[in-house]
């Protein structure tokens, strides 16, 4: 819970900040924090932010894939449809 604090408010900073070494700078220099506790939280955050960048790819991707697969089943569905026809024609 604690590390998604810290990531909600350095997103937060960085929302807000208008240079990302301004945004970071407590979080990365602050003496109040033990050394290995920080180290450990910017290697979570680092990692839970990587995660977030691949789901949201992921994300898009399927979704341009959803509508690409459906296109091709609504093509598909049209030309067997127009065979129906043609066949009814005949």
Known sequence: MKILQLAH????RLFHA???ETAL???IQSS????ALQRRERVFFLLAFAFFLIATFAYFSM???NEV????????FQYKQQIN??????
Do not use: L
């Not at 408010?9 to 937060?12: A, N, T």
């Not at 026809?85 to 005949?90: H, K, L, N």
């Open 18 to 20: 208008k240079r990302v």
């Open 25 to 27: 700078k407590p979080y």
């Open 9 to 12: 408010k350095v997103i937060d």
């Open 69 to 76: 697969q459906a296109a091709w089943f609504d093509g598909a």
């Open 85 to 90: 026809i043609t066949a009814e024609v005949r």
């Open 32 to 35: 109040t924090i033990n050394r």
């Open 63 to 65: 979704q341009k894939s």
